[in-house]
Nanobody
Framework: QSQFVESGGGLVQPGGSLRLSCTAS????????LGWFRQAPGKEREGVTC????????YYADSVKGRFTIIRDDNENTVYLQMNNLKPEDTAHYYC??????????????????WGQGTLVTVSS
């Protein structure tokens, strides 16, 4: 079964940092565009960031711009999300996905696949 395995979530205080990992299982990252998404309780899944197949292009939602960084390591078959200066509104389950589409804007979940079970990030004092 081809899917991602997300990890690295947890409870963190406002202003803190976390690094999420998303490892591909059953496939290689190759030249796929990769994206991170999140889903807060009672809300729809939303795009956070994407990175192009060669790692040269990335886009971020305005809500995380300047605080989050997406990093891909094809040798490790893993994509990371470095999250700094976390805020309570960042609380959500975080997921990653892949697509053959270009990373040309904030990613839309409908075009991505290989979802894992996600990892929960809770930002609270």
């Amino acid at each position: 079964q081809s899917q991602f395995v997300e990890s690295g979530g947890g409870l963190v205080q406002p202003g803190g940092s976390l690094r999420l990992s998303c490892t591909a299982s059953g496939f290689t990252l190759d030249t796929y565009t990769l994206g991170w998404f999140r889903q807060a309780p009672g809300k729809e899944r939303e795009g956070v960031t994407c990175i192009s197949g060669n790692g040269g292009i990335s886009y971020y939602a305005d809500s995380v711009k300047g605080r989050f960084t997406i990093i891909r390591d094809d040798n490790e078959n893993t994509v990371y999300l470095q999250m700094n200066n976390l805020k309570p509104e960042d609380t959500a389950h975080y997921y990653c996905g892949r697509t053959m589409r270009f990373c040309s804007d904030v990613p839309s979940p409908q075009y991505y696949r290989s979802w894992g079970q996600g990892t929960l990030v809770t930002v609270s004092s």
